[in-house]
T-cell receptor, first 110, second 114 residues
Framework: QKEVEQDPGPLSVPEGAIVSLNCTYSNSAFQYFMWYRQYSRKGPELLMYTYSSGNKEDGRFTAQVDKSSKYISLFIRDSQPSDSATYLC??????????FGKGTLLTVNP | DAGVTQSPTHLIKTRGQQVTLRCSPKSGHDTVSWYQQALGQGPQFIFQ???????QRGNFPDRFSGHQFPNYSSELNVNALLLGDSALYLCASSLSAIPQEKLFFGSGTQLSVL
């Protein structure tokens, strides 16, 4: 079992839709969680950072972490064509490395 | 404020050759991590450097080695290249050695091994 599981998609939605992206993880030592956005053949860009359980909101983006069920979510409101990218979830603990999911490819159609 | 910069952007090598990739961290950052991202996969941790020492290593063979310089920049060296080493190599920097610090990535070096 991979430490971080993420449905690779692809996911296609119309502009303005609410997008829900999800990951599950198996490593109980994970303390912090990140979501990255990656455009084709570019480096990942940090979107959201959450420490422990709870919600965090930043503009159109909301990240949720439920440590009891080992479930991570990212919600994108009023999605835009510029949101089309691969979204990577990642978890980290005390050992200085991030463990990533495979990424979900999202396309927002105008 | 310059972000994480990597060079070169693209590289083509043949099997058995050696390659060196370079990274300059974001201004003010002192910790550098390297990740390998194969096509269609998430990044995988290679190792992290802090205070010019390898602090943590992922599940990669000894063919992968690195170095950090006093100015915090870093190099990744890969010896005896295999076809399977073809990937996007990402450098990430962070501030201090706290594990929970946010990682900021460069644009990567695309390595093709023929």
């Amino acid at each position: 079992q991979k430490e971080v599981e993420q449905d690779p998609g692809p996911l296609s939605v119309p502009e303005g839709a609410i997008v829900s992206l999800n990951c599950t993880y198996s490593n109980s030592a994970f303390q912090y969680f990140m979501w990255y956005r990656q455009y084709s053949r570019k480096g990942p860009e940090l979107l959201m950072y959450t420490y422990s359980s709870g919600n965090k909101e930043d503009g159109r983006f909301t990240a949720q972490v439920d440590k009891s069920s080992k479930y991570i979510s990212l919600f994108i409101r009023d999605s835009q064509p510029s949101d089309s990218a691969t979204y990577l979830c990642a978890g980290g603990g005390s050992n200085y490395k991030l463990t990533f999911g495979k990424g979900t490819l999202l396309t927002v159609n105008p | 404020d310059a972000g994480v910069t990597q060079s070169p952007t693209h590289l083509i090598k043949t099997r058995g050759q050696q390659v060196t990739l370079r990274c300059s961290p974001k201004s003010g950052h002192d910790t550098v991590s390297w990740y390998q991202q194969a096509l269609g996969q998430g990044p995988q941790f290679i190792f992290q450097y802090y205070e010019e020492e390898e602090r943590q290593r992922g599940n990669f063979p000894d063919r992968f080695s690195g170095h950090q310089f006093p100015n915090y920049s870093s190099e990744l060296n890969v010896n005896a290249l295999l076809l399977g080493d073809s990937a996007l190599y990402l450098c990430a920097s962070s501030l201090s050695a706290i594990p929970q610090e946010k990682l900021f990535f460069g644009s990567g070096t695309q390595l093709s091994v023929l």
